[in-house]
């Protein structure tokens, strides 16, 4: 079940091969996502093309389930005898949370006592225990810290963890598989593991595809750390894409700075405004977060014209009764 790679080796930057042996080790475990195309928001955004890669259609709702699969089913039998531990305000909560179930192991998730409903509520579905603590990054580490401390759990970190990387890069093997010249890939920046693992692919296999980040304005430390050539936290970074509030990873910084072409920046009005064209044009529900991509046409921070696109939907994990759109 487990693999022979020692999961403890972090020392390296996933590659193509690492990618592939990902996806073979996960295939059981994940569904390969629909690449659904869209003439309405084509014609709107003048595209020649407009594809969208529905994550939300992933296990737990996101493509987290990804990552923390190839992270857990990384580990051997031994490895894996104390249980996992992850720290995370959702959809990695819940996507180590579902990899810790199929292992039949213990998984120790700490969550910010902000988290959505929703998240947590799923989480607990499958099995985890939640531990909360304050939303800040301090509050956070040290309560993780402690659980690691008692348990001697396998610490399984969000984004800057080569195996969680590896598998978040499948993505970039599916789309490729669909045999579309992609002229652009556009994809939501957090911590900044799903376009590390996805420009890995891109840029071995479709060189010419360009690849651009996008990140919510209030919480632009990926763009910013891009343009500086070195990581630049933001403070107290907001915005209601929650799931991409986070720092960028190191390991995600040394890849994008290699395989991405561009980062752009979206404000919150603009993520409302494209959610609902996706919820109404597309009839399929997208979290905030996900809806980055689309914002980014909106607004004119990326050009669609006469491109063939594809934009990944992270996830759908959406708060019924806290729409953002709804007062």
Sequence with gaps: ??????????????????????????????????LLRCSTLASMFGAAEFHAKCENFQKVGAFKARGACN???????EELQQGVLAHSSGNHAQGVAYAARLRKVSAYIVMPETSSKVKIAATKTY????????????SRMETTASIQKTTGAIFIHPFNDSYVIAGQGTIGLELLKEG?????????????????????????????????GVEPAGAADASLSFRNNKIVPVDS?????????????EKAHCIINRFVDDI????????IEAMKLVWQHMKIVIEPSAAVTVAAFLCGAISARDKKI????????????????VS
């Design 237 to 249: 970074p907001q915005s209601i894409a929650d799931g991409l509030l986070a720092t960028i990873g």
């Design 264 to 271: 752009v920046t979206v404000n919150d009005e603009r993520i």
């Design 71 to 77: 992270a857990v089913f990384s580990l051997n039998d």
């Design 1 to 34: 079940m487990g693999n022979d790679v020692p999961h403890h080796n972090q020392n390296f930057l996933p590659q193509l091969e690492d990618i592939r042996s990902a996806a073979k080790r996960i295939q059981p475990h994940i569904h390969q996502t629909p």
């Design 180 to 212: 579309i010249l992609f002229d652009l890939v556009v994809i939501p920046l957090g911590g900044g593991g799903l376009i590390s693992g996805i420009s890995t692919v891109i840029k071995a296999l479709s060189p010419s595809t360009r690849v651009i």
């Design 310 to 325: 594809a934009v990944v939907f992270s996830g759908g994990n959406a708060e019924l009764d806290k729409l953002p759109w």
């Design 127 to 138: 099995g985890a225990t939640i531990t909360f603590c304050k939303p800040t990054l301090e």
